[in-house]
């Protein structure tokens, strides 16, 4: 456990990365977000550096994973001129493990090589609780040198990281895990909906759906909280939105119709317009039950 290791974005899911691995034995040496007091909170709870700058992160560390919240941020974190994670990164490993666009991902090892650093895709597909367990599920992407060169750190995020192939394809892996699950939140959302404008008991509705075709993963964790109206942020709706458009992007440069895709992605983009895309994603039930925000 000799590599220092230091994060970018300490969000929900980074802060909860981050406490893992100091708790494992490695040693989180800078964290540094875009809020400010969230990095300073984190830091000293962990006693590291609060890194003032990207610089300071690269220069702290051997291996600095990233979590940040979308392609423009990505790209701004290995910027080419300014302040930039690229500075002084001879020799530096750097796991991505936003959502990101493929191409994104592609760009970053491209500017990543470019300075002599190595680059490492690690989707997840997992949320807050899992990132603090060390449960997280890891997609990676990338040299496979480089996969296996941090595996040991890897596992102590997750209980089965995967290699999913070249640098790229983990971020699509990514996309249609996340297309279905939004789909499948979409479609319960309207299930429950409709349950209720017909007047059935919905604990009846869940449980029966629970043993049929009806069932999936998030019956079990977004059902009750659609019905209860619960919404405490896992996984945001704006997230949702997000992911959700880069499946469609990707389906329409594939020559591929998505109906059902395009339609989620436009009840995700409806919630992020009428203000409650930091809802959980389980909000997209106040669209399709009556009476609700929608």
């Known amino acids: 456990m000799s590599e220092k290791i230091a994060f970018v974005g300490v969000g929900r899911m980074g802060a909860n990365m981050a406490r893992r691995l100091h708790e494992t034995g490695y040693a989180v040496t800078a964290v540094h977000d875009v809020h400010a007091p969230a990095a300073a909170a984190l830091a000293g709870e962990l006693k590291t550096l609060h890194a003032p700058n990207l610089a300071a992160v690269t220069a702290a ?50 500017r990543a090589k470019a300075v002599g650093a190595s680059n490492l895709e690690g989707c997840m597909a997992s949320s807050i609780p899992q990132a603090r367990a060390g449960t997280l599920y890891l997609m990676c992407g990338g040299d496979r040198a480089v996969f296996d060169r ?41 299930g429950l909906g409709l349950g209720a404008a017909l007047g059935l008991d919905l604990d009846m509705l869940r449980e029966v759906f629970a043993q049929t075709g009806a069932n999936s993963q998030v019956l079990k964790t977004d059902g009750e909280d659609m019905q209860n109206r619960s919404h405490d942020c896992y996984f945001s709706a704006a997230h949702a939105a997000k992911d959700s458009t880069i499946a469609w992007k990707m389906g329409v440069e594939a020559g591929i119709n998505m109906p059902l895709a395009a339609a989620t992605k436009l009840q995700f983009d409806r919630m992020v317009a009428l203000g409650i895309g930091e809802l959980d994603k389980s909000g997209i039930a106040e669209l399709t039950f009556k009476g609700r925000k929608a």
């Open 61 to 110: 560390a051997d291996v600095i994973i990233t979590v940040v919240t979308d392609d423009a941020a990505q790209l701004g974190i290995y910027a080419e001129k300014g302040d930039s994670l690229l500075v002084g990164a001879k020799g530096k490993i750097f796991i991505n493990c936003a959502t990101l666009s493929p191409q994104t991902h592609l760009e970053t090892e491209r």
């Open 150 to 190: 941090v595996k040991p750190i890897l596992e102590k995020l997750s209980q089965s990281p995967r290699y999913i192939g070249r640098t790229g394809q983990a971020a699509q892996v990514k996309a249609l895990v996340n297309m279905v699950m939004n789909i499948n939140t979409a479609a319960l959302a309207e």
